[in-house]
């Protein structure tokens, strides 16, 4: 009998609780792109990502590079090995990976964007895909790896207001 009324409690409290969160709350059906992959359709996943920026209050880190990259991969490397700034860029950004190599350059996409003049570089777009900052990578180097400092500054100045 307690099982009974507990399923049932259960069950009137998801019930209460799916009335009262937003609509937008667990719709999202955007996929975050782990590689670059030339043979995605960039313009579709910048779309996708003003979405899930929208619905969840963040901002848009463009990554443009490849896999023929060494620094993308350190990059990618950096932030798996740095857990805090990992959730940190996870917790205001949405992140996209736009490939840029022999076999598909998305010139019409980044033609939106400005020059990229070395790989890999980051846009930082608000949530409706507009454009608030184009960064070369360079100067958040250090010696053959990243600075934790410098990427964990940039990822703050350019989180949302009230975000962090």
Known sequence: MIFKYSLAAFLILVTVNSWLLP?????????????????RNAAGDIQDAIKEAQIRHKRILLEVGGNWCSWCHTLDDFFDANPELLRLRNQNFVTVKINFSEENENKEVLAHYGPV????????LDADGKLLLSKDTAVLENGRSYDLGRLTAFLKEWAPAGMQ
Not at 23 to 39: E, L, W
């Open 23 to 39: 609509a937008s709350v667990g719709q999202s059906k955007y996929v975050p792109i782990a590689k670059y992959d030339p043979k």
């Open 117 to 124: 003049e070395s790989f890999p570089h980051l846009f930082v």
